[in-house]
């Protein structure tokens, strides 16, 4: 839809704000392939407790990567399309969000799988598809590139929502609110690093890193799992 109603350095814009937005999807895929295995074969309160995990820690790691990547988003574009591309830095800070939350849902909706649900995943996903081209549609011969980056960053959110809270009532409530104050703390000791920091580019993202890290572990947010 893109192509049809934008111009074709929109359609590029937000081609590259999508390839490195999506980079986060690695690190769920990567969950993936251990956990739907070990879900086949575990118990329900075993399952339960590998999701609960997972969520947590995939969390704690796109999260980190988010905020990274947000924060030096425009020397990113710079490295990946060069100084045509700036644009591309406005949907990929749309869309960050919006793949975090989607790695979150691809390890809930393992529940649905584990118990055979694909007739609502695929209704689900119909419902999705259908939002994504209704706001494609109405917000893309408007903003272009942009509108894009709204339509998917809203899909993922409904999608997030729609797993949320269907877990929070069949299986287990998922306090994600608790889930969240700690990363947030360490998200915020790594901002205030980053923002005072004068050392290079390279070094300053392992020490941020390290920081954001030692915070979840004096916070004790991380454990043996």
Known sequence: MLNYYATPSDVGFYSVAFSLANILFFFSISLEVGLYPKMAHASEEDAIQLVQTATRHIFFITGLVALVMAIFSKSIVLIYGGNA?????????????GIVMGTISKIL???WLRKGWFFPI????????????????????????V???????????????????NVSRSWYFYDIGGVLL??????IAMF??????????ILTLLLSALVYFAVLLLLKTLDKD
């Not at 591309?85 to 969000?97: A, D, E, K, M």
């Not at 695929?122 to 590139?145: E, V």
């Not at 700690?182 to 998200?187: D, S, Y």
Request: without cysteine; glycine residues 6%; hydrophobic residues 65%.
């Open 147 to 165: 509108g894009a980056a709204w339509s998917t960053l809203i899909t993922e959110i409904f999608l997030f929502v729609i797993y949320y809270w």
């Open 109 to 111: 909706v393992a529940l």
């Open 182 to 187: 700690k990363p947030l703390i360490g998200v």
């Open 192 to 201: 205030l690093f980053i923002k005072f920091s004068s050392l290079g580019l």
């Open 85 to 97: 591309f700036l644009p591309s830095v406005t949907p990929l800070l749309l869309l960050l969000p």
């Open 122 to 145: 695929t209704i689900i996903a119909t419902i999705a598809a259908i939002l994504s081209l209704t706001f494609n549609f109405l917000l893309i011969p408007r903003f272009g590139y």
